[in-house]
């Protein structure tokens, strides 16, 4: 999936896949790291949220301004890089509890 578009709600995000089909997700959070100079976001389907597993999806996240403060959608980037991958999942267990639920 390779665009995201911002909905009204700030927590969710609509995602268009290759084919046109769009699908809401809700953002569980967003991070900054300043060793890879990006930023990242992490989504889970918004249908799933009730569910006893939630399948967590990750990008690098590339903002667009709209001439304000105010970020009103952005390009969103696959992970590629291993090591990457590896900061991210880190960052991600920080906020997951013992029994992987997210600790807020």
């Not at 896949?17 to 060793?35: I, M, P």
């Not at 880190?90 to 906020?95: A, K």
Request: no cysteine; aromatic share 10%.
């Amino acid at each position: 999936m390779s665009e995201q578009a911002q909905n009204e709600n700030d927590d969710l995000i609509t995602l268009v896949d290759d084919d046109g089909n769009e699908e809401l997700y809700k953002v569980l959070f967003t991070f900054d790291s300043k060793d890879y100079g990006k930023s990242y976001i992490l989504l889970y389907p918004a249908s799933a949220e009730n569910d006893d597993e939630v399948d967590i999806q990750a990008y690098a996240y590339q903002p667009v301004q709209d001439g304000s403060d105010e970020v009103s959608e952005g390009e969103l980037e696959q992970i590629e890089d291993d090591a990457e991958w590896d900061m991210v999942e880190e960052v991600l267990n920080t906020f997951l509890d013992d029994d992987g639920n997210f600790d807020v």
